[in-house]
Every structure is written in C-alpha cells, then in structure tokens.
C-alpha cells in the first residue's frame, strides 16, 4: 500500500527558502503522480487545498503554479522534493504531498480530489 511521509518544513524569515521532501514507500514514482498542496490556517477539508506542484513519476512532466518553487524527482530515494524559494509570509500554510494514480499531470494537477493517497503535512512559517 503507498504512503508518503513528508518532511522539512520549518519556520524563515522572508525572503529565504525551504526543501520539502516527501518520501514514498509501498509502491514506485513510475506509476503515480506526485502533487505538493497546501492548506492556509483556517481552512480545511481537502477542497481548500491548494495546488502548488506536481510532477509525473512516469515521465518527469511537471506543473508548476509558482515561480518560486521547483518540483523534482530524487529516483534514487523514491522521494519528490519541493524547493520553495523567496518565501512570503502567505505562504504559510501546511504543505502536505499526496499521490494520484496518473501517469500525466494532465487532468488532475488541477484537482486536490483526484489524489487518493496523502502524507501527513508538515508546517512551513514565514515571518516578516
């Protein structure tokens, strides 16, 4: 059964940056599309997600919605790694990546509802 930890969240100043890991386990990147959402305070239910990347395990496509971060494949950890750059205070927000069964960010980078499988957030802070 796939599960996803993720990881290295923390608390900066603005203007500095973060690495988020999420490790899977259970099942390989080739058949699933990782997406990294995120969750401001005060909203819940998986609807108030927001989308902030995602990359296909099968083929390395990715989506991205900002600029300042950058989704990547570390294969040889089964791990997907979000590098969050020039952090804002509004981006504070739990950051949780979860898996759809995709082969293409096509058709469901768009949809926190199509992804089946979730890590367990990890809490990114940005002071000003």
């Known amino acids: 059964q796939l599960q996803l930890v993720d990881s290295g969240g923390g608390s900066v100043q603005q203007g500095g940056s973060l690495t988020l890991s999420c490790a899977v386990s259970?099942?390989?990147?080739?058949?699933?599309?990782i997406g990294w959402f995120r969750q401001a305070p005060g909203k819940d239910g998986v609807k108030e997600r927001e989308?902030?990347?995602?990359?296909?395990?099968?083929?390395g496509t990715t989506y991205n919605g900002d600029s300042r971060f950058t989704i990547s494949k570390a294969n040889a950890k089964n791990a997907v790694n979000l590098q969050l750059n020039s952090l804002k205070p509004e981006d504070t927000a739990v950051y949780c990546c979860?898996?759809?069964?995709?082969?293409?960010?096509?058709?469901?980078?768009?949809?926190?509802?199509?992804?089946?499988?979730w890590g367990q957030g990890t809490q990114v802070t940005v002071s000003s």
């Open positions: 259970g099942g390989y990147l080739d058949y699933v599309v």
């Open positions: 979860a898996a759809a069964k995709s082969r293409s960010v096509k058709g469901v980078w768009d949809n926190a509802l199509k992804f089946s499988v």
């Open positions: 989308v902030v990347s995602c990359i296909s395990g099968s083929d």
